[in-house]
């Protein structure tokens, strides 16, 4: 097993994207008029908590493990997540892979 760490990068895009995510939902459902409205946008919130907490899951469960199927020459392997897509790139010493780039698409 390996030891999994997050550049400061790494973690800065994934709180983007969560944050973006749940600034959508927060514009899209605000002042509609729905009477359950911020029940709605309390739900996205948590969601967003929620797919960022498995986006971590997800990079440490796989890159955690001596063999990451799908692995390059130049330490980047793409991982399927919802409908979603993650790119990342590491680096390697000695035990531990420092995730230095993340690209969600």
Do not use: C, H
């Not at 409205?37 to 948590?46: A, L, S, T």
Request: hydrophobic share 40%; proline share 0%.
């Amino acid at each position: 097993m390996r030891k999994v760490i997050l550049s400061e990068w790494a973690i800065r895009t994934i709180n983007t994207y969560s944050l973006r995510y749940r600034e959508y939902f927060e514009e899209l459902y605000s002042d509609t008029g729905i009477w359950a409205e911020d029940q709605i946008i309390d739900q996205y919130r948590k969601e967003s908590l929620q797919r960022r907490q498995e986006i971590v899951f997800l990079i440490f469960d796989t890159l955690s493990l001596d063999t990451v199927l799908g692995r390059t020459s130049a330490n980047t392997t793409v991982l399927s997540w919802r409908s979603k897509i993650l790119l990342l790139s590491w680096q390697e010493i000695w035990d531990e892979r420092i995730i230095t780039d993340i690209s969600i698409r």
